[in-house]
């Protein structure tokens, strides 16, 4: 079945140490999104690709990166995690991002940091 | 900017109607999703509206009224299965086109 698959489902990292979180589909779409959701929060939009072209959020930390090498596949880098950052992390996609186009949603990465 | 409230939680009784309220303020509105999250678990699609009115998806409908802000997801014949959160996003085109979603609202279904 057409998928957004992420790996892995749990990260356990030390402070300070990078990370990388990783997301594929298998449903050809253009759009990627990466979300951070807080116990009892909303997802909260990190960035998105749409094709090659990256949009970070305005209030989004430098400490995170993302990398989308090709169209099924999407990276988020965290690059000094703090505990604040611990949080599931969640890989969406969307045939174009407009109108009537739902985000198809992977199951997420919950991530740890000791 | 954009503002979207939901009841934080809901009871209910298995076999009951509910129906969770969503309203919002935001100046782009390109249409209204919910979706269905289980703890831990990743949000799927339910429901999608951009013009008014009622739309029906077996157990499932959403309503929605753009001039009041105003949209609800209605509930029907629950199941124990239908504990979970209810997110309702707005598309905002003077966000991209991006989901800002609501707090959510946890629902538990009770025997």
């Known amino acids: 079945d057409a998928m957004v698959i992420q790996n892995p489902r749990y990260q356990v990292t030390q402070f300070g140490k990078p990370v990388t979180l990783s997301c594929s589909q298998t449903?050809?779409?253009?759009?990627m999104y990466w979300y951070q959701q807080k116990s009892s929060q909303a997802p909260k939009l990190l960035f998105h690709?749409?094709?090659?072209?990256?949009?970070n959020e305005a209030d989004t930390p430098d400490n995170f990166q993302s990398r989308r090498p090709n169209t099924s596949f999407c990276f988020l880098d965290i690059r000094s995690p703090g505990l604040g950052d611990a949080a599931m992390y969640l890989c969406?996609?969307?045939?174009?991002?407009?109108?009537?186009?739902?985000?198809?949603f992977g199951p997420g990465t919950r991530l740890t940091v000791t | 900017g954009q503002n979207i409230d939901q009841p934080t939680e809901m009871t209910a009784t298995e076999g009951a109607i509910v129906q969770i309220n969503c309203t919002y303020q935001?100046?782009?509105?390109?249409?209204l999703f919910w979706y269905q999250q289980h703890a831990g678990e990743a949000p799927t699609f339910l429901s999608y509206?951009?013009?008014?009115g009622l739309e029906e998806k077996g157990r499932f409908s959403s309503f929605l009224s753009r001039s009041k802000g105003y949209s609800y997801l209605l509930l029907k014949e629950l199941q124990m299965k239908d504990s979970a959160s209810y997110l309702c996003?707005?598309?905002?085109?003077?966000?991209?086109?991006?989901?800002?979603f609501g707090p959510g609202t946890r629902l538990s279904v009770l025997p």
């Open positions: 935001t100046s782009g509105f390109n249409g």
């Open positions: 996003a707005v598309r905002d085109l003077n966000y991209g086109q991006n989901f800002v």
């Open positions: 690709y749409y094709d090659k072209d990256f949009n």
């Open positions: 509206n951009v013009l008014d």
């Open positions: 449903l050809n779409h253009n759009v």
């Open positions: 969406a996609t969307s045939r174009d991002g407009t109108g009537v186009n739902e985000q198809y």
